[in-house]
């Protein structure tokens, strides 16, 4: 299990998890768990429409996750943006199929896209995923205060020079150059899961920003650890375990919760001493 391809696995999931519980955690508070599915949901066509022409799936992915992800933020600002999301989605899906159509085969790369393909990452795609990565985090790190306070009091932010639309534009990039590197280990199908189940499970236990995003990375990590691990020992696929084992987070922050709710209600309700 930790030896030979295994590592590539082991390096490349850990590296997807850190980025998914990091950028996952603003995509919660800000509300985009729509947009978290889409981008990479759309960028499958660019993956179909890069093997039509023969080039590396790995730039359609990039091209067609950016240009999803700048569609939304442009359409959004004159429209809705639920609504904006769903537009450029049907529109990329519609892309795709035409790309699969007119494909000679239907390649058991583009379809690794779609579920994930954790247990086959080749030694080449180490390093950009690393790359891209290492982009990403230091663009949430770069951006921390400004995109904090544009998801949490917008107003305030724009009374004090930072303009919530370019930082959604900027945001929106950042959650494409995250799919692009995400998608061929956890699939366009399963992305979503990882980048909210366990950020949204974080929430639920702490309300303090910079922990929240530490234990998201956290949990992300252990998602994907214990997902690998039982798709060795089982040969189930990678991506069932992803998502259930992003559902039990949520649900377990959830439980947590409430139970937390609870136990305070009851203490505030307790008589006062004579």
């Keep these: 299990m930790f030896s030979g391809f295994m590592v590539n696995t082991w390096t490349v999931a850990t590296i997807v998890a850190v980025v998914a519980g990091v950028v996952g955690f603003f995509i919660v508070l800000r509300g985009s768990s729509f947009v978290a599915d889409a981008v990479p949901q759309g960028a499958f066509a660019g993956a179909a ?6 080039v590396s799936t790995l730039v359609g992915l990039g091209v067609f996750a950016l240009i999803g992800a700048l569609g939304i933020g442009w359409l959004g600002r004159r429209s809705r ?4 999301t769903a537009l450029a989605l049907v529109v990329m899906l519609g892309l795709g199929a035409l790309f699969l159509s007119l494909s000679v085969e239907y390649a058991p790369e583009i379809y690794s896209l779609l579920f994930g393909e954790v247990l086959g990452v080749s030694t080449s795609e180490v390093a950009p995923v690393a790359a891209i990565g290492a982009v990403c985090v ?4 770069v951006m921390y205060r400004p995109l904090m306070l544009s998801s949490v009091m917008p107003e305030l932010g724009e009374a004090r020079g930072v303009r919530s639309h370019r930082m959604e534009m900027c945001f929106l990039v950042v959650v494409a150059l995250a799919t692009s590197m995400s998608l ?4 366009a199908l399963l992305i979503f899961s990882l980048m909210v189940g366990p950020p949204a499970a974080a929430r639920s236990f702490t309300s303090k920003p ?8 956290v949990i992300a990590l252990a998602t994907v650890w214990a997902a690998i691990a039982a798709s060795y020992t089982s040969n189930w696929p990678v991506g069932f375990f992803v998502g259930a084992l992003g559902a039990v987070s949520y649900g377990t922050g959830r439980g947590w919760a409430a139970w937390h709710r609870t136990r305070a209600a009851r203490g505030n309700a307790r008589p006062l001493a004579v």
């Design 49 to 54: 429409g890069a093997s039509l022409i023969g």
């Design 81 to 84: 943006q639920d609504v904006a």
């Design 138 to 141: 230091a663009a949430i790190i």
């Design 184 to 187: 061929p280990v956890v699939g």
């Design 210 to 217: 910079l922990l929240a995003m530490a234990l998201s990375v």
